[in-house]
């Protein structure tokens, strides 16, 4: 079983539901370049006969300013080091993270550097003025471009008093928020209501709740304001309970006796990670976070981890021949989230094709919040080994969250595609574009949509069931029932839907 607090919304994490993949900060790219050794080019006349034919032209360097589309985010090369800069129209303010050159640039000029308690990152040159950025635990690239000379003011120490605090909080959510229209909210006027309250004689307490009571009637749970770690705000949608260690003890107890006293669980990833064979060759996979799984919280260890997990439980003997599952359930109905890769890893095991799982998408024009980054395809590759293609009943609820919906998602596409029982998922698939005001303090909102094949997003409502059941209510926890795995057993048990 998940750690509870791994559900619960906390300074630095990337969701509210979830410690972005790990007990570790998540890596939202804020793009971060490193610099690159350039060759000096040779020409045919002066390089000897023997080296005639076998040299190449020398790299692009990524010395410079670079803006990112989207995330309004500039990024500094200078020597082997990297800083990056949170922008909008009024601030420029350093960002988060730092990297470091790691190695040397490969033949094409790409980088690889590394960054504190963060992924390693990648930067490819894409032309003269153009790259592209990607982490290994985010799906996706940034792409970016040649911005000139640093802002004066991003060298500037800014003002912090609280109506500065105030300015950048609002312009921030102005500029990259894509769901004010979905929302019914009109941010210009939560300006024009609060910005008076804000004096110079305001005091923490008196901005903090002001900063909460702008963004509470968004309900998105990739909101969030951090003062400190005692004084935190995250959005929710409606009729969301967070669980508690009290909780997810009564859920371990219905589901154990709905499995059966013979049914033998194995774990992986910390409890995170869990498995078991049910009566009539139906497996029961349960999935509760996806970061996390070792005690570093790396992501390399994460990975090492969840692809022992998945060795052990997608073997040869449950995807080919007469002991091959009939159906498989998979339980994301207590899942807080964490990396979207992990889940794309996942998902290539449960398919023996190439296809779509979404495109993603980030609001990309400070005064448009209907324009966007080109739609970049995520597609999900077969494993190389044993996959599995049969029948399978997804479970979700609303505390099936983040990565657990992108991942959800991401199954739409598989052939045939899983019946999903349950509830609406929570209604959050962006990264958190974490941001610092100027007295310190943290914030985050989303920037980003996935979209499905035809260009739906499942922001705010989150993915429906298709067969909607209960889902640890009460009523089912007290008579020790499971409404939602029974349904998925009954299904699967006729060969699916």
Not at 229 to 251: C, I, N, Q, S
Not at 314 to 329: C, M
Not at 473 to 496: I, V
Request: proline residues 8%.
């Amino acid at each position: 079983m998940s750690d509870p607090a791994t559900l619960r919304p906390a300074p630095g994490r990337r969701t509210a539901s979830r410690q972005d993949r790990r007990p570790r900060t998540p890596v939202l790219l804020a793009a971060a370049l490193a610099a690159v050794t350039v060759l000096p080019a040779c020409t045919a006349a002066a390089a000897p006969a023997h080296a005639r034919g076998t040299a190449r032209a020398a790299a692009p360097s990524l010395d410079g300013v670079w803006r990112t589309d989207g995330y309004g985010t500039l990024v500094t090369l200078q020597g082997r080091t990297l800083k990056t800069y949170e922008t909008t129209a009024l601030s420029c303010l350093p960002g988060s993270l730092t990297g470091s050159r790691a190695g040397t640039p490969g033949p094409d000029g790409t980088v690889r550097f590394t960054v504190p308690d963060g992924a390693p990152l990648t930067v490819a040159p894409a032309g003269r003025d153009e790259a592209r950025l990607s982490s290994e635990d985010n799906a996706g690239h940034r792409t970016l471009h040649r911005a000139g000379a640093l802002p004066g003011r991003c060298t500037t120490p800014p003002a912090h008093d609280p109506r500065t605090v105030f300015d950048v909080f609002w312009q921030t959510y102005a500029e990259n928020y894509p769901f004010f229209r979905a929302k019914g909210i009109d941010w210009n006027a939560v300006r024009d209501r609060y910005r008076p309250r804000i004096t110079a004689r305001t005091t923490d307490a008196q901005l903090f709740a002001v900063l909460r009571e702008m963004i509470e009637p968004l309900h998105d749970a990739h909101t969030r304001v951090v003062a400190d770690k005692d004084h935190w705000f995250a959005g929710k949608r409606p009729g969301t309970v967070l669980p508690t260690p009290e909780f997810t003890t009564r859920v371990d107890a219905a589901l154990a006796a709905h499995l059966g006293p013979g049914t033998v669980q194995r774990h992986w990833a910390d409890g995170k990670l869990s498995y078991a064979d049910l009566p009539g060759r139906i497996g029961y996979f349960r999935i509760t976070q996806f970061a996390g799984y070792t005690k570093n919280g790396g992501y390399p260890d994460d990975v090492a981890e969840l692809d022992r997990a998945l060795d052990a439980v997608f073997t040869k003997e449950r995807t080919e021949g007469p002991h091959a599952l009939r159906g498989l359930v998979l339980d994301l109905r207590l899942n807080g989230g964490g990396s979207d890769t992990l889940g794309l890893r996942i998902a290539s095991r449960l398919t023996d094709r190439s296809y779509l799982a979404y495109r993603k998408q980030a609001r990309n024009d400070p005064q448009d919040a209907g324009r966007f980054t080109t739609p970049e395809p995520l597609v999900v590759r077969p494993h190389r080994g044993p996959v599995y293609t049969g029948p399978i009943a997804l479970l979700t609820g609303r505390l099936t969250i983040s990565a657990g919906e992108t991942f959800a998602q991401s199954l739409m596409g598989r052939s045939p595609a899983p019946t999903r029982i349950g509830e609406n998922t929570q209604g959050v698939f962006s990264d958190v574009l974490d941001r610092k005001l100027p007295n310190g303090w943290g914030f985050g909102l989303p920037n980003e949509e996935f979209l499905t094949a035809d260009g739906r997003t499942f922001d705010g409502a989150g993915i429906p069931p298709a067969v909607r059941t209960p889902v640890f209510t009460a009523a089912e926890l007290s008579a020790r029932r499971d409404t939602a795995l029974t349904r998925a057993r009954e299904l699967l048990a006729r060969g699916g839907a």
